[in-house]
C-alpha cells in the first residue's frame, strides 16, 4: 500500500490548494481515505473522510463549509479542496487508508508522507 500527498505549498490567508491523494498497491475501490493534519507544536487531527463508496464525507467542524473532499476511483486519486484558508489550517498534511469502508478519525494502518501547507500573508 503506497499513498502519494501532494499539492502543499504557500498561499495567502483567503486563498485556495488542492491537495491530492495518489493511491497504488490495493483495491482503491473499497478502502476510505482520510486526510489528517498536525500543526507545529500540536496533535495531529483528523479534516475530512471519505468512504469507499464516496456517498459518505465528514469534516471536522473547523473547516466545514470550506473544504471538500472528493474520490476518482478510475484514477485512484482522493482530492481536499481546500478554500478561504486561515492562518490556523498551516500543517503537514497527510492522507490515510485501511480496509473499512466507513468513516472515522481512528484505527488508519497505512499513511503517506505529507504535504507542507502554510498560509500566511
Known amino acids: 500500500v503506497q499513498l502519494q500527498a501532494s499539492g502543499g505549498g504557500l498561499v495567502q490567508p483567503g486563498g485556495s490548494l488542492r491537495l491530492s491523494c495518489a493511491a497504488s498497491?490495493?483495491?482503491?475501490?473499497?478502502?476510505?481515505i482520510g486526510w489528517f493534519r498536525q500543526a507545529p507544536g500540536k496533535e495531529r487531527e483528523g479534516v475530512s473522510c471519505?468512504?469507499?463508496?464516496?456517498?459518505?464525507?465528514y469534516y471536522v467542524d473547523s473547516v466545514k463549509g470550506r473544504f471538500t473532499i472528493s474520490r476518482d476511483n478510475a484514477n485512484k486519486t482522493v482530492y481536499l479542496q481546500m478554500n478561504n484558508l486561515e492562518p490556523e489550517d498551516t500543517a503537514v498534511y497527510y492522507c490515510?487508508?485501511?480496509?473499512?469502508?466507513?468513516?472515522?478519525?481512528?484505527?488508519?494502518?497505512?499513511w503517506g508522507q505529507g504535504t507542507l501547507v502554510t498560509v500566511s500573508s
Open positions: 490515510a487508508t485501511d480496509k473499512r469502508q466507513l468513516c472515522s478519525w481512528v484505527d488508519y494502518d497505512y
Open positions: 498497491g490495493f483495491n482503491f475501490d473499497y478502502y476510505r
Open positions: 471519505i468512504s469507499s463508496s464516496g456517498r459518505s464525507t
